[in-house]
């Protein structure tokens, strides 16, 4: 029987279990007859090797199993080409669409969602893709997350148009502000918080909003001349206080803030917020497209009575469903204090969801793209796992890594070689000393049953005769390969595993960074700090740094 009919029908034993709790000869054998159908030949021995492959990988556990199907690749049905996205309102070479982030924290896979939708649906259209930084809250924002925001996009390959700030857009924006006053369409509002909300609940008017504008006039000047201390007053857009949508209930337009700003400094004392200075913004740049998520969406009549009010064109607001990951937070409010916390070790912590934790744990931008491009601009609220983007970075890594030599949680053995040997990576010849000793999983020998003859992969066939390893001359090929690396002639590495970084109930998981000791083949001295290569039998992983004597490897699928 040939290694290619055994591989085959190994990989679909595995996976049937995995899928299932345990494998069904019955399940396994329509698989292989689809991807090997010369097997027909000789169903007997066919299906003896299958139901004998099934009860060895019964046997096994979750983990043994998920480890072992990482070695596997299953081909995939195609899939129609999709055709962009079908965007109202858009012609040709006339659509400009804007990213406009907050630079108020390290930008995540969210952020990349955003990005590439605004970016793609622009390209589609031969159009204009605008990177604007939304800074106006000088409490939160910093030119560190301006420059991290950029040197994410850069990463995933999103170029931009033009870069614009809102916050050099103040006077603009105040100017608008001064137009609402006089037309009667906004006012100063200088209750008490409290009070505000509880108004806003009874769907009842203040004081303030019945005053005369003149009186409006005044207050706003001496807002904007700082005669006024932070949260003594506010403008307020005069909506509809019996809305059922309570955004309209007179919401903030802007706001005192003393705080100096990352760029402006001390020169402005009132900012506006984001429903009034998207609103602007988008309407100097020609914004036709905005995109942004759904849980905006009671806000879009905002918007367009702000667009009224200020007499803006509509332009045609897109809307898509916030990207969730399961047992992953990605929004800054959660993000933020397992950082300052120490839960994680910074930003780039390969747990996280952010661009440069991704970055470091070995997804590549494409695979970033594609996962995130393959929700479309669905309003659809989905959870899926990390597992959907690590399949999409397996098939990017898998035709292009290096593959190596690593035994992890090893225990040494002692051989019959006693010399230099040549083996076989994917053609690559390595050579290697072996002086009386290898090292193999710790797992793979517990697993090892009195005189089971197995593979050394790509060394020879061997047995434990309860004492050390003996070498085995036979023609059939067995099932089980076990790796291994020359106990005399190694690299000592670690390789750090993330796992889910929260668990079924949103709290921290203690366990979310395994770190696996073991040793790899000294071919992976020539390996250099971020590549990516792939551990036969392990996965695929980041060398994250070289250490004195030891190599530190982030796993990434």
């Not at 996205?85 to 995540?108: D, M």
């Not at 949508?245 to 007179?250: A, I, Q, S």
Request: charged share 30%.
């Amino acid at each position: 029987m040939s290694d290619t009919l055994i591989t085959i029908i190994r990989k679909h034993t595995l996976k049937n279990a995995l899928d299932f709790g345990k494998a069904s000869a019955g399940s396994v054998v329509g698989k292989v007859l689809a991807e090997f159908p010369d097997c027909k030949k000789d169903m007997r021995s066919t299906m003896q090797k299958i139901n004998e492959i099934v009860n060895e990988i019964n046997k096994m556990d979750k983990d043994k199993i998920e480890s072992e199907l990482k070695n596997y690749s299953f081909a995939e049905k195609p899939q129609k080409e999709k055709k962009g996205f079908e965007v109202p309102n858009a012609i040709a070479g006339k659509v400009i669409t804007r990213f406009p982030p907050e630079p108020s924290g390290y930008p995540h896979i969210g952020h990349a969602k955003a990005a590439f939708l605004d970016y793609e649906i622009a390209k589609q259209h031969n159009g204009i893709f605008i990177l604007r930084f939304d800074d106006t809250n000088p409490e939160k924002e910093s030119q560190e997350f301006v420059e991290a925001l950029k040197k994410g996009l850069e990463w995933l390959g999103i170029k931009w148009d033009k870069e614009s700030y809102t916050s050099d857009n103040i006077e603009l924006i105040y100017s608008h502000c001064t137009g609402l006053i006089a037309r009667g369409n906004a006012y100063i509002c200088t209750c008490p918080q409290e009070k505000i909300s509880d108004l806003r609940t009874k769907m009842q008017e203040c004081e303030c909003r019945t005053q005369d504008v003149k009186t409006h006039e005044a207050l706003w000047e001496a807002m904007l001349k700082g005669k006024h201390k932070q949260g003594y007053a506010i403008l307020r857009f005069k909506g509809d206080l019996r809305s059922l949508n309570t955004v309209m209930r007179d919401p903030t337009l802007a706001r005192i803030i003393t705080t100096k700003h990352y760029r402006q400094g001390t020169k402005y004392k009132v900012w506006p917020g984001y429903d009034l200075a998207v609103v602007v913004m988008d309407a100097l740049e020609g914004i036709t497209h905005p995109a942004r998520t759904k849980e905006y969406e009671l806000r879009d009549e905002l918007y367009y009575a702000l667009c009224d009010a200020l007499g803006f064109k509509r332009p045609t607001l897109v809307e898509f469903s916030r990207l969730e990951i399961k047992n992953a937070p990605i929004s800054k409010r959660l993000l933020k204090p397992l950082v300052e916390e120490g839960k994680v070790g910074g930003w780039n912590d390969p747990r996280l969801p952010t661009l440069e934790g991704m970055q470091r744990r070995g997804l590549l931008p494409a695979a970033i793209r594609t996962f995130v491009l393959s929700f479309g601009l669905s309003k659809v609220e989905s959870e899926p796992t990390i597992d959907r983007l690590l399949v999409e970075n397996k098939k990017l890594l898998d035709p292009v890594s290096k593959h190596y030599f690593f035994v992890p949680d090893p225990i040494e053995l002692s051989t019959w070689h006693k010399s230099e040997v040549s083996y076989k990576i994917r053609g690559e010849e390595r050579n290697t000393k072996i002086k009386g000793a290898l090292f193999i999983p710790k797992s793979d020998f517990k697993s090892l049953t009195k005189d089971e003859v197995f593979a050394l992969k790509d060394l020879a066939f061997a047995k434990f005769d309860g004492k050390k390893l003996v070498e085995v001359k036979q023609n059939e090929i067995p099932a089980k390969k076990i790796q291994w690396v020359s106990a005399a002639d190694n690299l000592k590495c670690e390789v750090l595993v993330p796992r889910d970084l929260l668990d079924e109930n949103g709290n921290y998981n203690e366990k979310s960074l395994e770190k696996i000791d073991g040793y790899c083949e000294t071919a992976c001295a020539n390996i250099k700090e971020g590549e990516i290569i792939q551990f036969e039998r392990f996965g695929f992983c980041r060398l994250d740094k070289k250490e004195k004597n030891n190599l530190v490897f982030v796993y990434s699928c």
